[in-house]
């Protein structure tokens, strides 16, 4: 007997690469992209009517974000896996969305053969990521375990260090600019620094970040 095809759900607001996404898988044997949405709303209302196997969803959607319709779409359907596809590579991110139930985590400039990959992967009870979310993740448990800064800090701390300023870093962590600032005061402080140069250079000597 001919094996059912694998069921997937597209939820991306972008067109372009929503339509991307759906010719990718569809010209695959063996994978039926039964809906595709902009929105994780349109797509928890079908969710019963759609029964995937696997959603494609980005994180950051109008409306519902990607992370709050994980457990959603969890109390739903609690045996479909998700596979996050996302620009966003925030360790906060990324944490809430594995913490929350996604079973892999790829940012968009993954390739075509790697989505093709995680998909399978995924379907075989694996975890797939990008190399650099697998780089992230395992530098979080690199770290110095007695530090003295939260995970936020550590987080914000970080993205100071690829050079990213505070509006930036509060955009891609849903927080407001004053809320970064306040942070940033805190992490001065706990490190005894006055700039974000020594702040940097105290956190890589101390294994901080």
Known sequence: MEEKPVRIVIV??????????????????????????????????????????LVMLDVGLPGISGI???????????????????????EEIIFRALTHGA??????????????ESIREIMQGGASMSA????????????????????RETQILEEIAKGKNRRVIADELFIDNETVKSHIKNIYAKLNVHSKADAIRTARENKLI
């Not at 079973?103 to 093709?116: D, P, Q, R």
């Not at 650099?132 to 995970?151: C, D, G, K, Y």
């Open 12 to 53: 991306e607001d972008d067109k372009v690469i929503r339509e991307g996404y759906r010719f990718l898988i569809g010209e695959k044997q063996g994978y039926q992209v039964v809906n595709a949405y902009s929105t994780a709303e349109q797509a928890i209302k079908k969710l019963t009517e759609d029964q995937p196997d």
């Open 68 to 90: 709050e319709a994980i457990p959603r779409i969890k109390n739903i359907l609690p045996q479909v896996l998700i596979l996050i596809c996302t620009v966003h590579d925030t």
């Open 103 to 116: 079973s892999g985590y790829l940012t968009k400039n993954s390739s075509a053969v790697k989505i093709m």
């Open 132 to 151: 650099n979310v697998a780089q992230l993740v395992i530098r979080s448990f690199q770290r110095n375990s007695h530090s003295p800064l939260s995970r």
